[in-house]
């Protein structure tokens, strides 16, 4: 159980504890905000006498993440099993005190520097007014002395101000170096409790996440390990293979399923920080193979991907078969992704969820097809029901997988379409093409709902300069009758779209009904040749698999 205790320090405790690295400042703290003028009011109030709120600290000998400087002053970390006061509540004001005294110039992260060495005491200044300013335009030399100059400058230099000033700068500096900063010690709380202390502090601020709290934890000097690094590493080489987008929730969830089949906060939370170091290594190369696999699958950037989540049972099947599937274990594998991102299955309870998955991966790599307790619904009738575009929706990320997997040309010239994930980010982005043009046919189908137009069934994925400069709002009939000119390969590239014989699909008469349902047709008999026959409640599929991978 937690215990709070007196954590009051005085001027000179305060000091030598931060310079000695017994009080910081956990990285899971906000950046610091405070301009000079809002740090000069603090120190102003502390020459009053005026309180300034209460620190709070968790004192524990848990090596963190820390800040390791302020300004340019270098800060200490602690040496192994040694107890530290991270500070929860009060980062700002501490930092405002310690860069004031020390004059130190503090860097925003958008390049603005702030000089506190600037901050003054006004000697000529009463009770009524502000001992502290940071403007000495006017003022007379020996009637304001920088501050970090009254708290640690020697005897001589303060002696060399007029008669008049002495007594006030001996009582300023009485009162700076008795002033008691007010304190509670949080003792004996793990970091769990640590961080909904901090958050329960900070309820104007945002909640801290997960992977920022493990950033903390995880952080080990001696051994060189910074989570954070780690993962903008990871984030480095993943965008080269155009799956930079995968999150840090999912890059834990990795870890901890590896260490114990297990994804949730709590259980994350729970695992021991060197095992967490001493698997991370192992972690990132199987979710890279992970990566590796479902880019030659044919999930070719992860903004496709129906759910980031996938990354995490990918990732253990590696975990335990270290080499590309085949056969029938690459079928099972296929067939997984495809229950799971057309049966909504990480659309919530995504932890328990997981886990349960990992008993059916586990089944995979013994070769074996899982049960599942799900169903999904590839008819015809339904991807037209549900099949209104939106990007938010895995049932329409895992047709636009198939759609990816095709390896859709382009249909000026039968070149492979560049599909990019900055292209990729909403309904609207650049790759996706309606091919009966939304404009068209709201002219030419008035009374038709947009839905039914705006559909899954009605996009294509192509080229950004083809959609916006070669096809426009013109009617199919008219830009493939342009392309047919142009593209001996016309009709290869039409059926990489999954869109049949032009008259048969009625694109030479601009019939979007008769398109609407072939199109149906059509991508309905691509996933049953992708899903293995299973009956699950309403689930019936009708695809013979063999041994070959076939």
Same mark, same amino acid.
């Given at each position: ?20 690295g017994?009080?910081?400042i956990?990285?899971f703290?906000r ?9 000069a ?7 009053k ?20 400087n302020?300004?340019n ?14 500070v929860?509540?009060g980062q ?12 130190v110039?503090i ?7 702030e000089?506190?060495s600037?901050?003054?005491?006004d000697l ?7 001992y502290i300013?940071?403007?000495?335009v006017?003022?007379?030399?020996k009637?304001f002395?920088q ?10 230099y ?12 001996t009582n300023?500096r009485?009162t ?5 900063f007010?304190g509670?010690?949080?003792k ?11 958050t329960?502090l900070?309820?104007g601020g945002?909640?801290l ?19 954070s ?18 999150s ?17 906060r ?5 695992i021991e ?6 698997k991370?290594?192992h ?9 590796d ?8 950037v ?14 253990l ?28 299955r990480?659309? =919530?309870?995504t932890?328990n969820?997981l886990a349960?998955d990992? !008993?059916?991966? #586990?089944?995979?790599v +013994?070769n074996e /097809?899982p ?5 999904i619904?590839?008819s015809?009738q339904?991807i037209k029901?549900?099949g209104?575009?939106s990007?938010s ?5 895992g047709?636009?997988c ?9 249909f000026?010239?039968?070149l492979?379409?560049r ?6 980010k909403i309904?609207t982005?650049?790759?996706y093409?309606?091919?009966f043009p939304?404009?068209?046919m709201?002219?030419n ?12 069934l009605?996009?294509?994925i192509?080229d950004?300069f083809l959609n916006?400069?070669k ?7 008219k ?8 593209n001996?390969?016309?009709?290869d =590239? ?8 032009v008259? !048969?699909?009625? #694109?030479y008469?601009d +019939?979007?009904? /008769? ?22 409640g309403?689930?019936?599929?009708i695809e ?7």
């Amino acid at each position: 159980m937690a215990i709070l205790d007196n954590g009051d320090k005085n001027f000179a405790q305060m000091v030598l504890e931060i310079e000695s690295g017994q009080v910081k400042i956990p990285q899971f703290q906000r950046k610091f905000v405070w301009d000079i003028k809002a740090s000069a009011k603090l120190i102003d109030s502390i020459l009053k006498g005026y309180p300034i709120g209460t620190f709070i600290y968790w004192r524990t000998n848990e090596q963190l993440r820390s800040v390791r400087n302020i300004g340019n002053i270098n800060l200490p970390t602690q040496n192994e099993g040694e107890f530290v006061n991270y500070v929860l509540d009060g980062q700002q004001r501490l930092t405002s005190i310690f860069a004031a005294i020390k004059g130190v110039e503090i860097e925003r992260e958008e390049g603005k520097k702030e000089d506190y060495s600037k901050i003054y005491v006004d000697l000529e200044a009463d009770e009524e007014k502000e001992y502290i300013i940071t403007d000495i335009v006017g003022k007379s030399e020996k009637t304001f002395i920088q501050l970090k100059y009254l708290v640690s400058s020697d005897f001589k230099y303060l002696a060399s101000f007029p008669d008049e000033m002495q007594e006030k700068l001996t009582n300023l500096r009485k009162t700076l170096e008795g002033y008691i900063f007010k304190g509670v010690n949080l003792k004996d709380a793990n970091i769990d409790i640590a961080t909904e202390v901090f958050t329960r502090l900070n309820v104007g601020g945002k909640e801290l996440t997960l992977f920022e709290i493990m950033v903390a934890k995880t952080y080990d000097a001696i051994k060189n390990f910074d989570l954070s690094e780690n993962y903008d590493h990871l984030i480095s080489r993943l965008k080269n293979v155009d799956y930079e987008t995968i999150s840090p929730q999912v890059v834990l969830q990795v870890v901890s399923m590896l260490l114990v089949k297990n994804v949730t906060r709590k259980e994350i939370l729970k695992i021991e920080k060197q095992d967490f170091i001493n698997k991370w290594s192992h972690a990132i190369s199987c979710l890279e193979s992970a990566v590796d696999f479902l880019k030659s699958f044919g999930v070719q950037v992860s903004r496709l991907l129906p759910y980031n989540a996938l990354i995490v049972p990918f990732s253990l099947f590696f975990d335990k078969h270290p080499n590309k599937p085949s056969g029938i274990m690459l079928k099972y594998l296929e067939d997984f992704f495809w229950r799971c991102s057309l049966g909504y299955r990480y659309s =919530s309870g995504t932890e328990n969820k997981l886990a349960q998955d990992a !008993e059916k991966i #586990i089944k995979i790599v +013994n070769n074996e /097809l899982p049960k599942y307790e799900w169903s999904i619904d590839i008819s015809e009738q339904n991807i037209k029901l549900i099949g209104e575009f939106s990007t938010s929706k895995s049932y329409i990320k895992g047709l636009l997988c198939l759609y990816a997997m095709n390896k859709p040309k382009s249909f000026n010239n039968n070149l492979d379409v560049r599909i990019d994930n900055a292209w990729l980010k909403i309904a609207t982005s650049k790759n996706y093409h309606h091919f009966f043009p939304k404009a068209w046919m709201k002219k030419n189908y008035p009374f038709m709902d947009e839905s039914h137009y705006n559909h899954i069934l009605n996009i294509t994925i192509v080229d950004d300069f083809l959609n916006k400069n070669k096809i426009k709002d013109k009617p199919p009939s008219k830009y493939i009758e342009e392309f047919s000119k142009e593209n001996v390969s016309l009709r290869d =590239s039409l059926k990489s779209h999954l869109i049949g014989d032009v008259n !048969e699909f009625g #694109i030479y008469k601009d +019939n979007y009904e /008769l398109f609407f349902d072939k199109r149906a047709e059509l991508i309905q008999n691509e996933l049953r040749k992708r899903i293995i026959e299973q009956q699950t409640g309403n689930d019936i599929q009708i695809e013979n698999i063999d041994d070959d991978g076939g």
